[in-house]
């Protein structure tokens, strides 16, 4: 079956700080792989995907890159700001269907 | 351009009774998910429309239907309330190309809370 499954939380990072979320999944087929975040209070929003092997979703700083031989889809960003701080979802979707991790909390502390 | 959108935002039920929620896509897309999302968890998928029909259905029971209208809303309805179903309702639409439902975009959602 397809699931995916990702760090668990929470993360607290000082400003500036590196960051990785680990994302694994498990997949029938050629899942194309997403990363959402979720602001408080408020729906997911795509931050990047990534639709076949070796290639590297960015957007706002963030990259995550398909690497079908190790079935991961890891979210970096090399210098977190205060404004960061939400709950990252990955997610990958096969067929018509959506499977999410159950997200990563980030906190970056000034 | 008007995102997804969603109403109510906010409902409060009592166990047994019914609720329907609403959803209007982005425009220009043609296939709407719902997803249930409990707190601290990740959403799950309980159906998606296309063409007004039902295309794919997650784990929930029936109990949880739906309906797409020809403008392509849709609602989310869920009889005999269940305390356990509450959570933040979550719909999301996208464009479908050749068969297959593209990126999906979400709407702010639905708390419905069960007393």
């Known amino acids: 079956g397809n699931s995916v499954t990702q760090m668990e939380g929470p993360v607290t990072l000082s400003e500036e700080a590196f960051l990785t979320i680990n994302c694994t999944y498990t997949?029938?087929?050629?899942?194309?792989l997403f990363w959402y975040v979720q602001y408080p209070g408020e729906g997911l929003q795509l931050l990047l995907k990534?639709?076949?092997?070796?290639d590297k979703g960015s957007n706002k700083g963030f990259e995550a890159t398909y690497r079908k031989e190790t079935t991961s889809f890891h979210l970096e960003k090399g210098s977190v700001q205060v404004s960061d701080s939400a709950v990252y979802f990955c997610a990958l979707s096969s067929g018509n269907q959506f499977y999410f991790g159950t997200g990563t909390s980030l906190t970056v502390i000034p | 351009d008007a995102g997804v959108t969603q109403s109510p935002t906010h409902l409060i039920k009592t166990r047994g009774q019914q609720v329907t929620l609403r959803c209007s896509p982005k425009?220009?897309?043609?296939?709407v998910s719902w997803y249930q999302q409990a707190l601290g968890q990740g959403p799950q998928f309980i159906f998606q429309y296309y063409e007004e029909e039902e295309r794919q259905r997650g784990n929930f029971p029936d109990r949880f239907s739906g309906h797409q209208f020809p403008n392509y809303s849709s609602e989310l309805n869920v009889n005999a309330l269940l305390l356990g179903d509450s959570a933040l309702y979550l719909c999301?639409?996208?464009?479908?190309?050749?068969?297959?439902?593209?990126?999906?975009?979400f709407g702010p959602g639905t708390r419905l809370t069960v007393l």
């Open positions: 999301a639409s996208s464009p479908t190309w050749g068969g297959k439902a593209d990126t999906q975009y």
């Open positions: 425009s220009g897309h043609d296939t």
């Open positions: 990534a639709t076949k092997a070796d």
């Open positions: 997949a029938t087929g050629y899942p194309s």
